[in-house]
């Protein structure tokens, strides 16, 4: 089940990568007699490691620079956390070039059968191109690694978050450190993206629909969906409830 689900998440993030006169990296595989390069594993992982590093900065709490990632992929035992090197060594290129290999498969299968001409299937790629190619474009406007802590801020904030929250106060310092200049650069971030939000919307000439109101809308899809499962529970039969087993006289 676990390799069904990798397969899904690189079907969706992943894409082809289409071979080019200049590459000269060896080959891995031939599909249909057609070459998959070292290049286009290499620019399929790198796909792949936007949705990698995104899920890791949920889970460690903090901004992961690019020159970290890449050495957390390369030595994930660097860490000193065994849990996060065994999520490190899952990310590896070595284990994702057979899901990889996998995934043009079943790309080529989806072609085949008609799949991606489905109306519905062509609306949900669609959103899932504007949904990564919005995002990349966000993270690489915000510059993140260019935001810099120092550590007189980071200290004063510390000791801050301790008066606030006496459990901190068992952690050890340089944990806490790293931990708030983690939380620092995403407040940061947070600032910079409503400030871009803001400017980029300005841009373009956006109306509401003044007739539709979607919180609405949606407010009676699910008063009817609530309709519908009472009413089908009180359709229902009631639970029969055995009798009581009366034990034999002796």
Not at 151 to 179: C, F, H, I, N, S
Not at 198 to 218: C, G, M, P, S
Not at 220 to 243: C, D, I, N, Q
Request: positive net charge; aromatic residues 8%.
């Amino acid at each position: 089940m676990k390799k069904i689900r990798n397969i899904a998440v690189i079907l969706i993030t992943a894409a082809i990568a289409i071979t080019c006169g200049g590459d000269k990296t060896p080959w891995l595989w031939k599909i249909e007699g057609k070459s998959i390069s070292l290049k286009q594993l290499d620019e399929a992982y790198s796909g792949f490691g936007v949705l990698m590093k995104e899920q890791l900065q949920q889970r460690m709490g903090r901004f992961i620079p690019e020159d970290e990632f890449k050495q957390l992929l390369e030595d994930p035992d660097r860490t000193g956390n065994p849990q996060l090197a065994e999520m490190f060594k899952s990310f590896g290129k070595d284990l994702f070039a057979e899901q990889y290999k996998d995934m043009l498969v079943l790309n080529m299968e989806a072609q085949k059968d008609g799949y991606a001409k489905r109306p519905e299937v062509k609306a949900k790629l669609e959103f899932l191109q504007k949904y990564f190619l919005a995002n990349m474009y966000l993270f690489d406007q915000l510059k993140l690694q260019d935001i810099k802590i120092s550590d007189a801020e980071a200290y004063a904030a510390w000791e801050k978050a301790k008066r606030e929250d006496a459990r901190l106060r068992t952690v050890p310092v340089d944990q806490g450190l790293e931990m708030i200049k983690g939380r620092m650069v995403m407040a940061s971030a947070m600032e910079k993206q409503r400030t871009l939000m803001k400017n980029a919307t300005q841009k373009y000439r956006i109306e509401t629909n003044k007739d539709f109101d979607i919180v609405e809308h949606v407010k009676s899809l699910r008063e009817e969906a609530r309709k519908k499962r009472e009413a089908a529970a009180g359709a229902a039969p009631a639970p029969v409830t055995p009798a009581p087993v009366t034990p034999p006289k002796k």
